[in-house]
C-alpha cells in the first residue's frame, strides 16, 4: 500500500513537473474571415517555428507551447484576442497581423508585460508608440510607399493616377504614404477617394475612374477588396495599370480577381523563401505541402529571434527579453541577420516590386 502511494505521489510530482515545464507563446491573427488566407500564414510559420525549437530542445530547459487566437482583423476582437492569450500565460505573441488589430492589441501586451513581434503589421503607429514591448520582423508603410511611389514616377511618367483605401488603418496608412511621397515627387495624383471595405457592389467607383480617364490605379486595402474592384473593372471594360501592396500577396488576391489579375503590381519584401538561410524551414514546409511564401517565414522568425533572445537573457521576461532584443543582435533568423531599432523597427527592411502572372505573383523588379 505505502509503495502504492508514494508511486501515486511520484507520478502526480512528475506531471506537476511537466506542467510546468512549458514555455507558453501566442500566435494571433485573422484566423477566420475575409483575410483568413494571411491568418492561415502566420499560423503556419508559427506551428514549424515552435515545432522547430521543441525539436532542438526547447527554450530553458522547457517546450513551447503555442496558443492561436482569432481576431478576425477587427479591432474590438483583438483586444479580447490578446487578453486571452495574456490569460493563457503567453510569454509571447506572434502577431497580430492587419495594423488595426496590432495597434490596440500592444497596449494589452505592454500592461501584461508580454513581448509582441508582428509578422505583417506595417503601419508606423504600431511601434512609433515607444512601448519596450512590441516589435515588428517586416518593413513600415512609410518605407514601402516611398518604393510604391519612386516605381510609379519613375515608370509610368504619363499615367493618370487614383489612389484609393478602404479608409481602414492599414490601408488608409499605406495609401496615405504614396500619396505623400509623389506629392513629394511633384508626380500629380488626379482623384483619390476612399472605398467601403466588404462592398460588393464597385461598379459606381469604376464607372468614376473610367470617367476620370484614369490609366493606373494604386490600391490600398486588402484582397478581398481589392480583388473584386479588379474583377469588376474587367468587367466594365476598365483595364488599367493595378498597383497594390503586400496585402495582396496572397493567390487569394487572384482567386477573387481572377484573370483581370494578369499584369497587377504590387510592393513586398524580396522572397523569404528564396534565402539559404529559410532553406531547411522551407524544405520542411514543402514536405508537409505547406506553401512557404508570403508571411510564412516572416511568422516563423518573430518566434525565432525572441528564442534566441530569451536565450541569451536567460529568462522569458518580457522587459528583459525586450531590451535584449534592442540591444543584441544581429539575431540569425529564416529572414537572415535581424536587428532592431530603439523603436522595435526592423533595421534596413527592403521592399521589391511583383508581379502578378497565371495565378501566381513573383519578383518583376528587385528596386524602383
Same mark, same amino acid.
Given at each position: ?12 510530482? #512528475?506531471? *506537476? %513537473?511537466?506542467?510546468? /515545464? ?5 500566435? !494571433? +491573427?485573422? =484566423?477566420? $474571415? ?7 500564414? #502566420?499560423? *503556419? %510559420?508559427?506551428?514549424? /517555428? ?5 525539436? !532542438? +530542445?526547447? =527554450?530553458? $530547459? ?26 493563457? $500565460? ?279
Amino acid at each position: 500500500m505505502r509503495k502504492t502511494l508514494l508511486s501515486t505521489i511520484a507520478l502526480v510530482g #512528475l506531471s *506537476t %513537473g511537466l506542467a510546468h /515545464a512549458q514555455i507558453t507563446v501566442g500566435v !494571433a +491573427g485573422p =484566423l477566420t $474571415g475575409s483575410n483568413a488566407a494571411f491568418g492561415t500564414q #502566420l499560423k *503556419t %510559420g508559427a506551428d514549424l /517555428a515552435v515545432s522547430d525549437i521543441n525539436a !532542438a +530542445g526547447g =527554450l530553458l $530547459g522547457k517546450k513551447l507551447v503555442l496558443v492561436p487566437a482569432d481576431d478576425a482583423c477587427d479591432p474590438k476582437q483583438a483586444v479580447t484576442a490578446a487578453n486571452t492569450l495574456v490569460t493563457a $500565460g503567453a510569454v509571447m505573441v506572434d502577431g497580430h497581423f492587419c495594423s488595426s488589430s496590432s495597434i490596440p492589441a500592444a497596449a494589452v501586451y505592454t500592461d501584461a508585460g508580454v513581448i509582441e513581434i508582428s509578422p505583417a503589421s506595417t503601419n508606423p503607429t504600431y511601434t512609433d508608440q515607444g512601448t519596450a514591448f512590441t516589435f515588428r520582423t517586416c518593413g513600415r508603410d512609410d518605407q514601402q510607399g516611398k518604393v510604391a511611389a519612386e516605381y510609379i514616377a519613375k515608370h509610368f511618367p504619363k499615367a493618370k493616377v487614383a489612389v484609393l483605401d478602404d479608409n481602414s488603418t492599414y490601408g488608409k496608412g499605406i495609401a496615405d504614404q504614396v500619396r505623400a511621397n509623389l506629392a513629394k515627387l511633384k508626380f500629380p495624383v488626379v482623384y483619390n477617394a476612399s472605398y467601403t471595405a466588404g462592398d460588393k457592389d464597385y461598379t459606381a467607383l469604376v464607372s468614376r475612374l473610367k470617367q476620370e480617364g484614369i490609366t493606373l490605379v494604386y490600391l490600398g486595402g486588402y484582397y478581398a477588396d481589392t480583388g473584386l474592384i479588379v474583377r469588376q473593372g474587367a468587367t466594365q471594360g476598365f483595364t488599367p495599370q493595378y498597383f497594390s501592396e503586400d496585402a495582396a500577396a496572397t493567390q487569394d488576391f487572384w482567386t477573387t480577381a481572377g484573370p483581370a489579375a494578369e499584369g497587377v503590381l504590387l510592393t513586398f519584401p524580396p522572397p523569404a523563401e528564396k534565402a539559404s538561410t529559410a532553406a531547411k524551414a522551407v524544405a520542411e514546409l514543402t514536405a508537409q505541402k505547406l506553401d512557404p511564401t508570403g508571411y510564412v517565414l516572416y511568422s516563423y522568425a518573430t518566434i525565432q529571434v525572441w528564442a534566441e533572445a530569451a536565450a541569451k537573457a536567460g529568462t522569458t521576461d518580457g522587459a528583459k527579453v525586450g531590451a535584449e532584443l534592442k540591444s543584441g543582435g544581429p539575431w540569425p533568423s529564416v529572414l537572415g541577420p535581424i536587428s532592431f531599432d530603439a523603436k522595435g523597427d526592423v533595421v534596413n527592411a527592403a521592399y521589391a516590386i511583383y508581379k502578378f502572372h497565371d495565378g501566381n505573383y513573383t519578383v518583376f523588379a528587385e528596386k524602383p
